[in-house]
T-cell receptor
Framework: GAGVSQSPRYKVAKRGQDVALRCDPI?????LFWYQQALGQGPEFLTYFQNEAQLDKSGLPSDRFFAERPEGSVSTLKIQRTQQEDSAVYLC???????????????FGPGTRLTVT | AQSVTQLGSHVSVSEGALVLLRCNYSSSVPPYLFWYVQYPNQGLQLLLK??????LVKGINGFEAEFKKSETSFHLTKPSAHMSDAAEYFCAVKGSQGNLIFGKGTKLSVKP
């Protein structure tokens, strides 16, 4: 079946531009996570949705980062006034159950590589 | 707070040799631990997970890992490396809020 998809796969933005990154989770998955992976590092948590509710945004690095999942399926991560330090791969993951249920694994998309010039 | 440490950012083995990738964790509660593999320009694929059942966990592609509470370790092994195993491997622990907390990764190279 279809996995998690993300678009665009690559995005180049000039410093100061706004960008929007899209995530299509696996159909029926309740949980959706966004992670940021800087070059040479492991992914770091940004934010979490359970259905349409954003329950945790503790990992968002600044108020320039905004995420939504209005109908409980597709999610968009928006970055306003991009800065060079925003350059990273942004990964989306979905999971069938709630985030605290240990038996449900997170399925990752291929990521969007954002380069800010 | 939970954390993981992966020892060795690069590991190189010969084809057919044993693969050993090290991961130590820190957790104040019984941990849920994971190993993921990432091929170039791809997302993360789950290799195996430990969720407090058997301490020896078998995963895909011949990989396995053993949970050792006394050593706070969850090392990943494979008896015989294959060229297709060359990738980056991430150890992760489930945080208290359900998100994954990753190590910095270990890049595995396999020499012919």
């Amino acid at each position: 079946g279809a996995g998690v998809s993300q678009s665009p796969r690559y995005k180049v933005a000039k410093r100061g531009q706004d960008v929007a990154l899209r995530c299509d989770p696996i159909s029926g998955h309740v949980s959706l996570f966004w992670y940021q992976q800087a070059l040479g590092q492991g992914p770091e948590f940004l934010t979490y949705f359970q259905n349409e509710a954003q329950l945790d945004k503790s990992g968002l690095p600044s108020d320039r980062f905004f995420a939504e999942r209005p109908e409980g399926s597709v999610s968009t991560l928006k970055i306003q006034r991009t800065q060079q330090e925003d350059s990273a791969v942004y990964l989306c993951a979905s999971s069938l159950g709630g985030r605290l249920i240990s038996s449900y694994e997170q399925y990752f998309g291929p990521g969007t590589r954002l380069t800010v010039t | 707070a939970q954390s993981v440490t992966q020892l060795g950012s690069h590991v190189s083995v010969s084809e057919g040799a044993l693969v050993l990738l090290r991961c130590n964790y820190s957790s104040s509660v019984p941990p849920y631990l994971f190993w993921y593999v990432q091929y170039p320009n791809q997302g993360l694929q789950l290799l195996l997970k430990y969720t407090s059942a058997a301490t020896l966990v078998k995963g895909i592609n011949g990989f396995e890992a053993e949970f050792k509470k006394s050593e706070t370790s969850f090392h990943l092994t494979k008896p015989s490396a294959h060229m297709s195993d060359a990738a980056e491997y991430f150890c992760a622990v489930k945080g208290s809020q359900g998100n994954l907390i990753f190590g910095k990764g270990t890049k595995l190279s396999v020499k012919p």
